[in-house]
């Protein structure tokens, strides 16, 4: 049984053209899947779908072999976790605070019980912010604030978990590091699924791309595969290569 | 931290109904004519009957409107994500005002008594929610355009009153500009207590709700992602604030600043997890008002000021001086 399955997958906002069109995937288990696409590609949208905050058109999206909007809202935010792109900067809350937002799915309790505690020092852990757990989120600098909510994500202990461009506002250091996460997660059993513009470190370090081109599925597989020059091309009207250096390591660069 | 927090919230609560007990237990005694406590205590006229019928209940209707309204401007606040949302946000307190003053000015002077008045000030409220709630339907709103749409439909209704208060004959016209006023007259006990019967239930939601309104305020994509249905808790909440808001407008006519100052006020005390600023609003708010009423019945004795007066005259200052201390 598939742990995420798409089938015929169809989106469009009222009045708009189709943003999804016939979007078929699946994910067995665990592995690190970058969504790659221009901009308007339908990306975010994608992971609205997966994540139950938008209905499809038509087609299914199946998590653990049940359809997604046959499942309750809490039990949904207990399969797939939810990081968008940034949540307003001025949120009066400490880190420790905002990760513990991640268990509201397992009760509405006025106070987070000992599970809950437990669940929130994993993930502090894990994403290495026990510096700044008692820090004002809105004090953080943008690469923080987004360990900050890929930590609240892993507190929902889901085991998808879907993030909208989670480096958007990282330097190389913070972007390398997050991605060694996403893949130490992996290994952890989890599905991540990444919208990313970087394609040079998806290339480098998803298992699978998923690229997207106008609503459609353009490429599915290994990012050898998923993102050869002339389909990158084709999709962002820009050259590209691969490299590969004297250590045998591949490298993607575009422009001409 | 579950402790500490669990250990905080129950200080809290205990400090802010200590302070709701005692305003409300010591400020029916205070007044600008002196009472006679032997009479008081032998329950003898005519110092008991002020005490009981008069000042008793006139306390507990400052304890319940400011915790009414407190209550409102916390629960809005935290709805719009805008530290300045008040009752009056969304228009609800001009639409109940509206509502209120056509009930005074269109019907017999006998029929004008409490359930009428209240019952359209509580028709006005729940029109302009309704509204809102129907045009959220059709379409997505940003809070800034509620807030904008407040404004105007705040403008709407005041435009209507005037033009109510202008239109409606000598006596009815001294009514209005009473109502207009605001402020906590006595009140009969079956009356009183038909209120509590509205706002209590009310409270008890608000004060369950407050871990997940401290989740609206990452927004409404952050609050799905956990599963918190970010739109029903939006309607749920501007429903409830019109139940506030009109419920004790009616009675009370228009009492500004509570549901700004209080909050504002707390929020610097205890922090902003809604766990610990919701109890401590709505009891703050309760003793906030009881206070201002005492000091507007004390203050020029003989001659009473409406407590709005002194709500705003109180509350205006501090609240620059909360701003400009930050």
């Given at each position: 049984?598939?742990?995420l ?29 970058a ?41 949904l935010?207990r ?77 929902q ?51 699978r791309?998923w ?33 590969r ?11 001409r | ?23 409300a ?6 007044g ?65 005002s ?27 409220a ?11 339907h ?6 800034f ?74 927004g409404?994509t ?73 000091i ?31």
């Open positions: 049984m598939s742990l399955a798409l089938e015929n997958l169809t989106f469009s906002y009222p009045g708009r053209a189709a943003v999804l069109t016939g979007i078929t995937a699946a994910a067995l288990g665990p592995e690190v899947i969504i790659a696409g221009p901009n308007g590609a339908g990306k975010s949208t994608l992971l609205d779908l997966l994540s139950g905050q938008r209905r499809p058109e038509s087609g299914t999206c199946r998590l653990q072999g049940r359809d997604a909007h046959q499942i309750g809202r809490e039990e935010c399969l797939v976790a939810h990081v968008p792109q940034m949540i307003p900067g001025d949120v009066p809350f400490t880190v420790e605070e905002v990760i513990l937002t991640g268990r509201i799915p397992y009760g509405r309790g006025l106070y987070e019980n000992e599970d809950d505690h437990a669940a929130m020092e994993l993930a502090i852990e894990r994403t290495r912010l026990n510096d700044f757990r008692d820090r004002r989120f809105s004090k953080l600098s943008g690469g923080e604030k987004q360990r900050v909510l890929v930590a609240a994500a892993l507190c202990q889901a085991p998808i978990l879907l993030l909208d461009e989670p480096s958007a506002h990282l330097d190389p250091e913070n972007e390398a590091q997050l991605w060694e996460l996403f893949r130490a997660l992996r290994d952890c059993g989890h599905l991540i699924l990444v919208v990313t513009h970087h394609l040079a470190l998806a290339a480098q370090n998803a298992d791309v690229l997207l081109d106008r609503g459609q599925l353009a490429a599915d597989g290994p990012p050898c595969d998923a993102m050869r020059p002339a389909d990158l091309e084709r999709v962002f009207h820009v050259p590209f290569h691969w490299h250096s004297a250590e045998g390591r591949v490298f993607l660069t575009y422009g | 931290m579950a402790d500490d927090l669990r250990s905080r919230a129950r200080w809290v609560l205990f400090a802010s109904l200590l302070a709701a007990a005692v305003t237990a010591v400020c029916p005694f205070l600008g004519s002196g009472m006679d406590y032997g009479k008081l205590w032998r329950q003898e006229s005519p110092d008991w009957n002020i005490f009981v019928n008069l000042r008793m209940p006139r306390t507990l209707l400052a304890l319940l409107t400011g915790a009414a309204l407190s209550g409102a401007g916390t629960l809005f606040q935290a709805l719009l994500r805008d530290a300045l949302a008040t009752p009056s946000t969304l228009g609800v307190s001009a639409a109940a509206l509502g209120a003053v056509t009930a005074i000015a269109f019907y017999p002077a006998e029929e004008t008594a409490f359930p009428l008045v209240w019952l359209s000030a509580l028709a006005g729940a029109a302009v929610i309704g509204l809102v709630i129907a045009l959220g059709l379409r997505r709103f940003s809070s355009t509620l807030l904008l749409t407040g404004i105007a439909v705040n403008g709407i209704c005041t435009s209507l009153v005037l033009l109510l208060h202008s239109l409606a004959g000598i006596t009815r016209s001294f009514q209005i500009t009473h109502w207009l006023i605001g402020g906590v007259d006595a009140i009969e006990y079956p009356v009183l207590g038909l209120l509590a019967l509205v706002l209590i239930p009310v409270f008890i939601w608000m004060l369950r709700l407050s871990r997940v309104l401290n989740v609206i305020s990452y409404e952050w609050a799905a992602g956990r599963g918190v249905d970010f739109r029903k808790v939006t309607w749920q909440g501007f429903a409830a604030g019109a139940l506030l808001v009109g419920g004790t407008t009616a009675v009370t006519g228009p009492i500004a600043f509570v549901g700004l100052l209080v909050p504002h006020l707390l929020r610097r005390i205890v922090g902003p997890d809604y766990r610990l600023l919701m109890p401590a609003s709505l009891f703050g708010g309760g003793a906030f008002l009881v206070i201002c009423d005492t507007s019945r004390s203050a020029f004795a003989p001659l009473e000021i409406p407590v709005g007066v002194t709500t705003a005259l109180l509350g205006g200052p501090f609240f620059v001086w909360l701003l400009w201390s930050r």
